[in-house]
């Protein structure tokens, strides 16, 4: 057994000096480009704001947009929202665009279930909220919204099959991201304003409450499931 764990140890240490020897390069013009945005961000945000009110339109329109196909992961977009315009109004763009998406992913699913369900049982996490189809589950799918690293693109489809009220829809998934959505907007005003100190303090605070979350999201997907079975 301590042989087989000390050739994986070996192994990961060899792929990840392989990967640092061929990628080096590659890492250092990425940090070099961030840093170089970093120095003209004043720059960019006053280009943003010279476009008037078609800047926060085009970020709203990404957002939905990333919810929609995730051509780009939602974190990303989040903190670029705080670092554009800060973090209230990061926020309240950010909503506004999350829950655009939000409704337009439960709106193809409900008007074309035919073409969808067929790919979303594709994946695992269809079979795991399948009792939610039979149940709506408010409280649970509310919780969903909120709960760190679920997958809350594919939950917007996936509600779209069953009955739950389009306004109720709205609601939850809405205000259900809005925590996760501060968090970010916020990290993205802090970078803006070069506080390092307040960025990795936030983010530490959301590893604290995001890794004990995902280290037993099993246990936690376990008990929605569990509580699904209760209401019916």
Same mark, same amino acid.
């Given at each position: 057994?301590?042989?087989?764990?000390?050739?994986?140890?070996?192994?990961?240490?060899?792929?990840?000096?392989?990967?640092?020897?061929?990628?080096? $390069?590659?890492?250092?013009?990425?940090?070099?480009?961030?840093?170089?945005?970093?120095?003209?961000?004043?720059?960019?945000?006053?280009?943003?704001?010279?476009?008037?009110?078609?800047?926060?339109?085009?970020?709203?329109?990404? /957002?939905?947009?990333?919810?929609?196909?995730?051509?780009?992961?939602?974190?990303?977009?989040?903190?670029?929202?705080?670092?554009?315009?800060?973090?209230?109004?990061?926020?309240?763009?950010?909503?506004?665009?999350?829950?655009?998406?939000?409704?337009? $992913?439960?709106?193809?699913?409900?008007?074309?279930?035919?073409?969808?369900?067929?790919?979303?049982?594709?994946?695992?996490?269809?079979?795991?909220?399948?009792?939610?189809?039979?149940?709506?589950?408010?409280?649970?799918?509310?919780?969903?919204?909120?709960?760190?690293?679920?997958?809350?693109?594919?939950?917007?489809?996936?509600?779209?099959?069953?009955?739950?009220?389009? /306004?109720?829809?709205?609601?939850?998934?809405?205000?259900?991201?809005?925590?996760?959505?501060?968090?970010?907007?916020? /990290?993205? $005003?802090?970078?803006?304003?070069?506080?390092?100190?307040?960025?990795?303090?936030?983010?530490?605070?959301?590893?604290?409450?995001?890794?004990?979350?995902?280290?037993?999201?099993?246990?936690?997907?376990?008990?929605?499931? $569990?509580?699904?079975?209760?209401?019916?």
């Amino acid at each position: 057994m301590r042989k087989s764990r000390l050739i994986l140890v070996i192994g990961a240490l060899g792929v990840s000096i392989l990967v640092l020897t061929l990628f080096g $390069a590659n890492i250092s013009k990425i940090v070099e480009w961030g840093l170089s945005i970093l120095e003209k961000k004043e720059a960019i945000r006053q280009f943003v704001l010279s476009l008037g009110p078609f800047g926060p339109l085009g970020f709203i329109l990404i /957002q939905a947009l990333q919810v929609v196909f995730s051509p780009i992961p939602g974190e990303a977009t989040g903190v670029v929202g705080g670092f554009l315009f800060g973090k209230w109004l990061g926020l309240l763009y950010s909503t506004i665009g999350l829950g655009l998406g939000s409704f337009i $992913a439960f709106s193809i699913s409900r008007y074309f279930r035919r073409y969808v369900e067929g790919w979303l049982k594709k994946s695992e996490w269809y079979w795991k909220l399948e009792g939610l189809l039979e149940h709506q589950g408010i409280f649970i799918c509310f919780f969903l919204f909120v709960f760190p690293g679920f997958p809350k693109d594919f939950l917007c489809y996936f509600l779209g099959l069953t009955r739950m009220p389009w /306004q109720v829809f709205v609601f939850i998934s809405t205000v259900g991201r809005i925590p996760g959505t501060l968090m970010l907007s916020w /990290q993205g $005003a802090e970078l803006y304003n070069g506080n390092w100190a307040g960025v990795i303090s936030i983010l530490v605070v959301t590893l604290i409450v995001v890794g004990p979350a995902w280290y037993y999201r099993e246990k936690i997907y376990a008990w929605v499931e $569990a509580k699904t079975k209760e209401m019916s």
